[in-house]
């Protein structure tokens, strides 16, 4: 029986050449991995065009006919072949510019066949490149011409058989697989790709083994593997497509789940904790006397949830997650607290020294009179005031340090770090993040936060060792940002409420894409928006920050605004995060378009921190794709940031979505999807889960075929152990 861990290159049709670009390209090594190299789509075959009805809007046709005549054109590199294919009702020409001498050889005038491809009008006639071919015992009967339009066209009549007689192989769904240029280059296309499929099925003549218990098939009526990877690449028929699918979806997500679960049940076995078991007078002093602002029902909520936690005795790992302005930094310091009141030091880690130091500021104004001493450590704190940050750590006289990359750093030792807090948690990655747990003998409690919302699916699979803590609620007093899309031709009416807005005494961002002007796009950039706007507003100071900026510059321009001896800042998106000016009312992004909506999102989230109405205004070109539009509209639409991000899950997916490849999703689904199969994930959740609960120690034979897949999954090349 052929064996599934086989190297590719023994597969018939494939050899030494094929098997390297496969491993190089698609990382398929074996003929199992062939074998979960899944279709992206499906063509329906059953159905035949005539030539007549072809227009260029198609993205696929299949047509019955003859080849009247080949025809060689252009010269030298241009040179290609044609051959001119009829129906009885027209003609199409199919055109090669590669392979000449192999398509002549190959196909013959007046033969049937059977044309699958792409149509195009080139020069006022119809063309399918490259089209796939095959021979065709029967021809259609072309719709009924008089002898004089016969004569006239001169093109033959066939007769018309039934389609079914006409397919080769009786399937009406055939594969489509994804492949690359090297590829092509090479001609190992997507119809290779389904012979070498068809090949591989076709020799295992043997059902292919479970990996789900039978209790698990029977529950949830899937059909077995063997069924499912069969039709799942050459489906007998609509319905069994759709349970190949389920089947496989469902696996692969039970697996993650699977793996995730277990993860965390083992590390909550290994790392106990440190436990916090009281709140003491430093949390009750800033609660009753130095509390900036009433919690949210919202806060409250996320504080004993957290508190719980730390209590417990097991090491927190818990996800916080709120929407711009919702008051996680408070949630955080009050997290703080409780680790000053237990003895405890708490590290907060950020991405960017503007948002580090943000922290630092807010959090030393809150704790105003209170004895806790709040710290900074980055990349530009030097010399001595480093070594004094230092010692102060190690002698346990830093309650609170704030930094970004620079406390994971060897030399950075704590006397007894209890709490880390990891701010914006997408943009660092697992190991940086994991280096904070060495800094004491026992794993500190983790919480990390991001305002960028996410959607559930993608929790629970990005961070589904993570508990969720959401707070869904703003302050009150806060006015919905009013959203506003702006075309660039209505500027001058953008520039009138940019004058008010100032009149009144606000401030006002301005987003631009780029940092200086480029050849190769018509995209807007900081440089020539900031002489412009110090043109048209010239009454006002404006300041420019953009990453080329040297750190000092960058700071001392962005103080400028938040003291507001600005009016106007002109930036990238580097003020995307840490930037906090009430008194800024209006954001406006240029070239809108070219940003996805969780970035316009955080963007937005700059303005509507004060009392007063705030705008954002979205300035794009007028052709816009419809997908853009639509993206621009869910902003108009809507202030909330987790229906944004479960829209934006949708029209991009999650391997798009900003900041998932550093958050840990070091693998790529096969074939689920996060955005549409939310059911399935839960599903495969809730049975992992079960799986767990009843074999805890991985050893019933019952679960003997999960254990082994799992194990095969973990020694393949994905990083399951990145899933964090």
């Not at 500190?444 to 969720?468: C, F, Q």
Request: glycine share 8%.
């Amino acid at each position: 029986m052929l064996q599934l861990n086989q190297d590719i290159k023994y597969l018939q049709g494939v050899g030494p050449q094929r098997a390297d670009l496969l491993k190089r390209e698609l990382d398929i090594k074996t003929v199992g991995d062939l074998l979960t190299y899944y279709p992206y789509k499906y063509i329906d075959r059953s159905h035949f065009y005539r030539i007549c009805d072809i227009n260029g809007s198609m993205p696929h046709v299949q047509l019955l006919g003859e080849i009247l005549s080949f025809e060689s054109q252009g010269v030298g590199r241009n040179m290609r072949l044609v051959a001119h294919f009829s129906d009885g009702t027209g003609v199409v020409d199919l055109v090669w510019f590669r392979g000449a001498k192999y398509i002549s050889s190959t196909y013959d005038q007046h033969v049937p066949y059977v044309v699958f491809g792409k149509p195009q009008f080139f020069k006022g006639r119809i063309q399918v490149a490259h089209p796939e071919i095959e021979t065709s015992t029967k021809l259609p009967q072309a719709p009924h011409q008089s002898s004089q339009e016969e004569g006239k066209m001169g093109l033959p009549l066939f007769r018309r058989e039934p389609v079914e007689n006409l397919s080769g192989s009786g399937m009406s769904f055939r594969p489509a697989y994804n492949t690359t240029d090297a590829m092509k280059k090479r001609g190992l296309t997507s119809t290779l790709i389904a012979r070498l499929t068809e090949t591989l099925l076709r020799m295992l003549d043997q059902p292919l083994s479970e990996t789900l218990p039978a209790y698990l098939i029977e529950h949830y009526h899937f059909i077995s593997r063997d069924e499912a990877l069969r039709n799942i690449h050459y489906p007998q028929s609509a319905d069994l497509l759709r349970k190949a699918q389920a089947r496989l979806k469902f696996e692969e997500l039970f697996f993650v789940q699977l793996n995730i679960l277990r993860y965390t049940q083992d590390r909550q076995r290994k790392y106990r904790g440190i436990p916090f078991p009281h709140v003491g007078a430093q949390f009750n002093d800033f609660y009753f006397n130095h509390l900036p602002f009433p919690l949210t029902d919202a806060q409250k909520r996320v504080i004993r949830e957290i508190r719980a936690d730390m209590g417990s005795g097991r090491q927190m790992n818990r996800l916080l997650q709120g929407d711009v302005g919702s008051g996680k930094t408070l949630v955080a310091l009050m997290c703080a607290l409780i680790a000053v009141d237990n003895g405890c030091q708490t590290c907060i880690m950020a991405p960017t020294e503007i948002l580090a130091e943000q922290h630092v500021a807010t959090l030393q104004h809150m704790l105003q009179g209170m004895d806790v001493h709040v710290a900074l450590l980055t990349g530009t704190v030097k010399g001595k005031r480093r070594e004094q940050v230092h010692r102060q750590l190690l002698s346990g006289d830093i309650h609170i340090l704030v930094g970004t990359h620079a406390v994971i750093e060897e030399d950075v030792q704590f006397a007894r770090l209890g709490l880390v807090v990891i701010d914006e948690q997408h943009r660092f990655g697992v190991a940086q993040r994991a280096k904070l747990w060495t800094k004491n003998p026992i794993a500190p409690h983790v919480l990390v936060m991001t305002a960028t919302p996410i959607p559930r699916t993608l929790a629970m699979t990005l961070y589904g060792d993570l508990d969720v803590s959401v707070i869904d609620q703003l302050p009150p007093g806060r006015k919905p940002i009013q959203t506003i899309h702006q075309f660039d031709a209505h500027r001058q009416s953008l520039y009138r409420h940019l004058h008010q807005q100032i009149a009144l005494g606000r401030q006002v961002y301005i987003v631009y894409p780029l940092v200086k002007e480029s050849e190769k796009t018509d995209l807007k950039n900081v440089e020539d928006g900031f002489r412009n706007i110090s043109q048209e507003f010239s009454e006002c100071r404006v300041s420019k920050v953009h990453g080329q900026m040297r750190p000092a510059d960058k700071e001392a321009e962005m103080q400028r605004f938040v003291k507001g001896e600005t009016q106007i800042l002109v930036a990238t998106t580097v003020i995307e995060v840490g930037v906090n000016v009430p008194n800024a009312t209006v954001m406006v992004i240029e070239n809108a378009e070219r940003f996805g909506l969780s970035q316009l999102h955080q963007l937005r989230g700059r303005v509507g921190r004060g009392g007063e109405q705030s705008y954002c205004i979205l300035v794009t070109k007028y052709q816009l794709s419809q997908d853009t539009r639509r993206r621009i509209q869910i902003m108009v639409d809507t202030n909330d940031g987790f229906e944004i991000a479960e829209q934006d899950l949708k029209l991009r997916g999650p391997g798009d979505l900003e900041g998932t490849q550093q958050s840990g999703m070091a693998f790529d689904l096969k074939i689920a999807n996060l955005a549409k199969d939310g059911i399935l994930l839960q599903m495969a959740r809730d049975a992992a889960a079960q799986v767990l609960q009843s074999d805890p120690d991985c050893n019933q034979p019952v679960h003997h075929m999960v254990w082994t897949q799992l194990s095969q999954l973990r020694r393949s090349n994905i990083n399951w152990g990145a899933i964090s």
